[in-house]
C-alpha cells in the first residue's frame, strides 16, 4: 500500500458521512500551504500557516462533498433532513396558584429561553399566579396590566390556600456612593426590575390581593453604576451605587474562558481556545495591577472553574469590573472569512454598554483586529447587575486570517494590552 501524505487535517467535520439538520455545513482545519486546496471545485484560501475555513450550502438529502488537494481527493457525505415544525399554542386557564422552586429563577418578557426577556429573577418559595401556558412556559398574572412568562419546570402548581401578603414597612437610606430603599411584606412576592432612562425601578406585585396591587421601589441612577436586588425574611432591598472614581478603589475580576477538560473553541490548527485566553488574562492583570488597580484572576491556571463559581468570585470580592475573555467561533452557518473575523464585546445588562463600547475601541485598536461590533447576548457571568460585566470575544478561533494573530506571542501581547487599555479608559471616564 502506498504511504499516504497527509494533505489535509480537519477539525471538523471529524466523520466522512455526517447526518444533520443544518442548512450549512462548515468545513475547517488546516492545509498544506503551499497545496491547491478546492472544496467542491472552489478555490479555498489558505492562511500562510495552512488554516482554512468554508461552508457548504447543504439541500435536501444526500451531499456530497468533495475536498480535493495535489495529493488525491476525499469525499465527505452529508445527509441533510428537515425536522418537523411544531406549532405551539398558547393555551388559558383558571387562574391557579403555583409557587417557585428555586432561587434565582428568571422571569421573562416573553416564553423563549434566551435572549434579553429577563425582567426579574424569582426567589425560590414566591407565590405567583399562572393563568396560561405555551410550550414549556406558564403565563404568569402580575397585574392587571403586566404578564410575563416562567419556564414550567420552575413551579409547582398547587391547590393550597395562599394569603395576599402583607405590606409592613418601607425604608429609604442615602450613603455617600449609594442609595439603599427597602420594602417588607408578610411573605415572598414577584417583582421585576427595570433599568430606565434616569432611574433604577424595583416593581413588586400582589396580585392575590387586587390585580391593581404594585408597589414601586424607584432610584435614580448616577452617570456609572451598578445595582442589586436581594431578599431577606419578606425584605426586598434595592441598592443602586455609583462606581469608584479612583483607579485604586476599583476592584476589576479578569475572567480567562473555559478551562482544564472545557476546551472552548478548537482553532483551525487544533489549538484550544482555554489556553489563548489565559495567557491574554494573565497578562492583561499584570498591566492593570501596575496601573494599581485591584485584579483579581478566576482562574491562574488551566482548572475547571463552573459559571457560578466565577460569578461567586466576583461576588466575594465585591467587584466593580467583570470581564471575561474569550474567542468566538462559528457553528454551520454562512460565513464569510473576510467578514466574520476580529472582535466583538458582549454585554448584557444597560449599566454595561458604556465598558463594551469603549473595550470594542480599545481593544480593536491595540490588537489591529476587525472591528466585529458591541451587541448584546445572555451570558451567566454578564448578567449580574451589581457590577459592569463584559464579555470580549477577541479574535475568531475558525478563521484563518485571525490564526495567524492568535498563534503569535507578539499578538497576545498586544490583545492583552486592549484588555487593560480598554478597563483604564473606562475608569478614568
Ligand atoms: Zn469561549
Redesign the pocket.
Known amino acids: 500500500m502506498m504511504s499516504q501524505v497527509m494533505a489535509f487535517e480537519l477539525i471538523q467535520p471529524t466523520e466522512k458521512k455526517i447526518y444533520t439538520t443544518n442548512n450549512y455545513a462548515f468545513i475547517f482545519g488546516k492545509a498544506k500551504s503551499a497545496e491547491s486546496l478546492t472544496i467542491n471545485g472552489h478555490h479555498i484560501y489558505t492562511a500562510p500557516n495552512g488554516a482554512f475555513a468554508h461552508t457548504v450550502e447543504l439541500h435536501e438529502g444526500e451531499n456530497r462533498v468533495v475536498l480535493k488537494t495535489l495529493y488525491g481527493v476525499t469525499l465527505y457525505k452529508y445527509y441533510k433532513t428537515t425536522p418537523a415544525k411544531q406549532d405551539i399554542q398558547a393555551e388559558d386557564f383558571e387562574k391557579t396558584k403555583a409557587y417557585v422552586n428555586h432561587d434565582n429563577t428568571p422571569l421573562r418578557s416573553s416564553p423563549v429561553d434566551g435572549g434579553l426577556n429577563r425582567i426579574g429573577h424569582l426567589f425560590g418559595g414566591t407565590h405567583i399566579i399562572v393563568n396560561g401556558s405555551m410550550g414549556t412556559f406558564y403565563r404568569v398574572l402580575l397585574s392587571k396590566d403586566k404578564e410575563a412568562w416562567i419556564a414550567k419546570s420552575d413551579v409547582t402548581l398547587t391547590d393550597e390556600e395562599f394569603c395576599p401578603a402583607e405590606f409592613i414597612n418601607m425604608d429609604s437610606k442615602r450613603y455617600k456612593n449609594a442609595i439603599i430603599q427597602s420594602i417588607a411584606f408578610s411573605k415572598k412576592l414577584p417583582y421585576t426590575i427595570e433599568d430606565s432612562e434616569k432611574e433604577i425601578i424595583l416593581r413588586i406585585y400582589n396580585p392575590e390581593l387586587s390585580d391593581e396591587s404594585v408597589y414601586n421601589l424607584n432610584i435614580p441612577k448616577p452617570e456609572k453604576y451598578a445595582y442589586k436586588v436581594s431578599l431577606d425574611e419578606g425584605e426586598y432591598t434595592l441598592k443602586v451605587r455609583k462606581l469608584p472614581e479612583k483607579k485604586n478603589e476599583i476592584t476589576v475580576i479578569i475572567d480567562a ?2 478551562g482544564g477538560s472545557e476546551k ?2 478548537i482553532g483551525c490548527l487544533g489549538d484550544e ?2 489556553n489563548i ?1 489565559l495567557q491574554i488574562a494573565l497578562q492583561a492583570s499584570e498591566i492593570l495591577k501596575k496601573h494599581n488597580i485591584n485584579v483579581i484572576l478566576t482562574r491562574e491556571c488551566d482548572g475547571n472553574l463552573s459559571l457560578k463559581d466565577r460569578i461567586k468570585i466576583a461576588e466575594e470580592n465585591d467587584a466593580d469590573i467583570f470581564v471575561s475573555i ?4 462559528i457553528g454551520d452557518v454562512p460565513m464569510n472569512i473576510h467578514k466574520t473575523r476580529g472582535t466583538s464585546v458582549y454585554y448584557f445588562n444597560k449599566n454595561s454598554e458604556k465598558l463594551a463600547k469603549i473595550m470594542e475601541k480599545e481593544f480593536v485598536h491595540q490588537a489591529g483586529t476587525n472591528n466585529d461590533g458591541v451587541k448584546t447576548a445572555s451570558f451567566a457571568v454578564i448578567r449580574p447587575t451589581n457590577y459592569n460585566g463584559i464579555l470580549v ?1 477577541a479574535a475568531y478561533m475558525t478563521n484563518p486570517h485571525d490564526s495567524m494573530l492568535y498563534t503569535d506571542k507578539k499578538w497576545i501581547k498586544k490583545a492583552a494590552k486592549g484588555i487593560a487599555e480598554g478597563i483604564i479608559k473606562f475608569i478614568n471616564l
Open positions: 474562558g473555559h472552548g473553541a481556545e482555554k485566553n474569550h474567542l468566538n467561533s470575544e
